[in-house]
Structures are given as C-alpha cells and as structure tokens.
C-alpha cells in the first residue's frame, strides 16, 4: 500500500513539474530546482517521459474541450489502453494529467488566480531618509533616500517595482517564488542573495554582493546575463545588460552613511546628491559627455563636497527657481 502512495506522489509531482515547465522562462531559476528533483531519481525520470508521451494526446485546447465529457474520457482512455497497451502507471498517469489539463483548461481563470496578489504595498522614502524593512518573507529591505516602489507577492512569485531611487535586497530563499525587481530598464530576478539596484535617469545598476542574479532587459529582450559575488552590470537606454568593472562593495555604502563615485558623469552626481537635499541638483549638459567624478564621502559632509566641485572639476554652480544647477564652464 505505501508502495502505491509513493508511485501515486511521484505521478503529482511530475505532473506538477510538467505544467510548471510549460510556464517559465528558459532561464528561470526554477528549472534549475526541477532539474535536480528530475535527476535525483529514475523512478521521478520516468514518471516525467510518461507524462511527456501522454500529454501529446492534450496538445491541443479542443481536443480537452472534446476530453471534458465524461463519456469521451472513458471511451478515449479504453481505446488508448487497446491501441498502445497502456501500462498501469501510464494509464493513471494519462487519468491525472486530464484532471490537470482539464483544471488548468480555463487559462484565463489560471492567469486570474496566479495574478492575483497574496500582499501588496508601496514604500517611500523622503530626502535624506533611509528605511529599513522587513518583508512577510524575511527579506530586508533598505531604501536610500528618495525611492519609491510597490512591493507585491503573488503564489509564484515577490515582486518589486522600483520607480526611483537606490534600494538593498537581503532575499531569503525560496525556490518556488523567486524575488523579482523590475524598474524602467531592468528585470532582475534571483532566488536568495544580497544585491542592490540603483535606478538613475540614464542607466539601472545592479552590484551582488553575494549570491546568483539574473538580469534581463525589462522589455524581454535577449541577452540575459548571470551575475555572481562580487559583479556589477549596468543597462543603459536601448543596450544589453553589460557587465561593468565597478566595486561592487560601493553600491551599499549609503547604509554605513557614505556616498561612492567611481567615475560618475555629472548626471549620476547630481541625481545621488538630489537624494539628500531639499533643494535638488540638475546637471545642464547636452550629450552624454561630461566631466567625471570619484570622491568618497560622508552623506554628512556632502554640502561641503558641493561647494568644492567646482574645484576638482570644470563645472559652474548656479542656484535658479529653487534647484541648483551644475553646468559645463562656458
């Protein structure tokens, strides 16, 4: 009888997986854990290839509409026993996965059930605050100043709209919903690491700490790039996401109260600086040239760092309509 119950867990869980798979990405994380379940034993290989044969006879939504009588069915499966000499576990295997084509018939309620969110909120930050928050899951989230995004979880997934700003993910793992952040550019989804994404105007950065993250163009495109400990990838406009030869330490030292410019161009500058002062900074150039930036400094000393640039780099300081602008020396 256990025997049975065992064969019988085997055929829901290759069933499951066979569904599953129809429903990721090709480089989900995902099938990175359905490959280790698959290749852990035979028994779950075979149950897999039964379920592949059978569900030829499902390939189709009319032939489960045809498939939805209950006469149809026991017709179809007798004829299939006589014409392929079924085996006992194919044939249970083709019963139960007609129960799974046939409950997940109606895509539409599917798509309903698994886009309806389990928890949903938005968080923000004003200038010059930086928040740390614990998520449902035990992620830590830390928000540098002046960001905004929702976070919402779903059955098969965390996700998390970033709109503005710089924000640290510590993800706790969890292989059957992986965490996802999405800005304007980027799509980067991993199962459990430490990573930050820093949303500038021109370009997303994204520095690992420690761990495996997947970054992709947030329209879908092809490539997709895989960054490990210690990475750091940027995606600019239209481009590919890239990787880049940054520290990636840097892009965490505003929880510790400092702010790193590694060869910033004066739009990255005065976007970090606009983070932390009432009156905002505009950088008024034209082009993507600019002059560069690598200072590390205190958030503390930071109207200090201002009033110097001028002196470390060719630019003019000038106060207009409440903002501070940063142009090129005329």
Not at 189 to 209: C, E, M, P, Y
Request: proline share 4%; hydrophobic share 40%; aromatic share 8%.
């Amino acid at each position: 009888m256990m025997h049975h119950k065992h064969e019988d867990a085997i055929r829901q869980a290759a069933a499951r997986w066979y569904v599953r798979m129809r429903e990721v990405a090709p480089d989900s994380p995902e099938r990175t854990t359905f490959e280790v379940w698959l290749l852990s034993d035979r028994r779950h290989q075979a149950a897999y290839q039964t379920i592949e044969a059978t569900m030829d006879d499902f390939s189709s939504t009319a032939r489960l509409k045809a498939l939805s009588n209950a006469l149809t069915q026991k017709l179809y499966f007798e004829q299939t026993a006589r014409r392929k000499k079924v085996s006992k576990l194919g044939s249970g295997l083709a019963v139960m996965l007609l129960c799974v084509g046939l409950g997940f018939f109606g895509r539409a309620q599917y798509v309903q059930w698994q886009a309806a969110p389990l928890s949903s909120q938005v968080q923000t930050t004003a200038v010059a605050q930086m928040v740390k928050h614990t998520l449902e899951d035990g992620t830590i989230v830390t928000a540098n100043a002046n960001s905004a995004m929702e976070i919402v979880f779903y059955r098969h997934q965390r996700l998390v709209k970033l709109s503005r700003g710089e924000v640290v993910f510590e993800v706790t793992k969890d292989p059957q919903r992986p965490f996802v952040v999405e800005t304007r550019q980027a799509k980067v989804t991993v199962l459990g690491t430490r990573f930050a994404v820093n949303q500038l105007s021109k370009k997303v950065r994204i520095s690992v700490d420690h761990g495996r993250v997947q970054v992709a163009r947030a329209d879908g495109s092809e490539p997709i790039l895989i960054l490990h400990d210690g990475e750091v990838a940027e995606i600019e406009h239209s481009a590919a996401p890239h990787k880049v030869n940054r520290n990636a330490a840097d892009s965490f030292s505003f929880i510790n109260g400092r702010i790193v410019f590694d060869r910033a161009d004066m739009f990255e500058v005065a976007e970090t600086l606009s983070r932390y002062r009432s009156q905002p900074v505009t950088a008024m150039f034209f082009g993507e040239q600019t002059p560069k930036v690598n200072a590390v400094l205190k958030i503390a000393e930071l109207e200090s760092f201002v009033k110097t640039l001028p002196q470390s780099v060719p630019v003019t300081l000038q106060r207009k309509d409440q903002a501070l602008l940063i142009e090129p020396n005329r």
